[in-house]
């Protein structure tokens, strides 16, 4: 069964910045897509940021400019770069990737345990 661990949460101040990153504990056969998502408490999980296995990326309107998701085929590994954070940022990000383990499987989503991010002074 892949796993995806996260890593790179913690407390930062604001304006501040942090890296996530999200890694696959296997070699897998094909990526369609991965993406992060956060959770505010007392919200609804929400979109942060996606990329495509072309390289095209979306991104929430309150993160454009402030953050950037890029990927690693090669260490299957996507991050979340995240700059001039603020307050509202803070919230367990998690990660999800859209792929099929095996030449054989069908795709599914799987999703990380998440990694809390807080942004205070």
């Known amino acids: 069964q892949v796993q995806l661990v996260e890593s790179g949460g913690g407390l930062v101040q604001p304006g501040g910045s942090l890296r996530l990153s999200c890694a696959a504990s296997?070699?897998?056969?094909?990526?369609?897509?991965m993406a992060w998502y956060r959770q505010a408490p007392g919200k609804q999980r929400e979109l942060v940021a996606r990329?495509?296995?072309?390289?095209?990326?979306n991104y929430a309107d309150s993160v454009k400019g402030r953050f950037t998701i890029s990927g690693d085929n090669a260490k299957n590994t996507v991050y979340l770069q995240m700059n001039s954070l603020k307050p509202d940022d803070t919230a367990v990000y998690y990660c999800?990737?859209?792929?099929?383990?095996?030449?054989?499987?069908?795709?599914?989503?799987?999703w990380g345990q998440g990694t809390q991010v807080t942004v205070s002074s």
């Open positions: 990329i495509y296995g072309r390289g095209d990326t």
């Open positions: 999800t990737w859209r792929l099929a383990p095996t030449e054989k499987s069908t795709f599914g989503d799987y």
């Open positions: 296997e070699s897998v056969f094909s990526i369609s897509d």
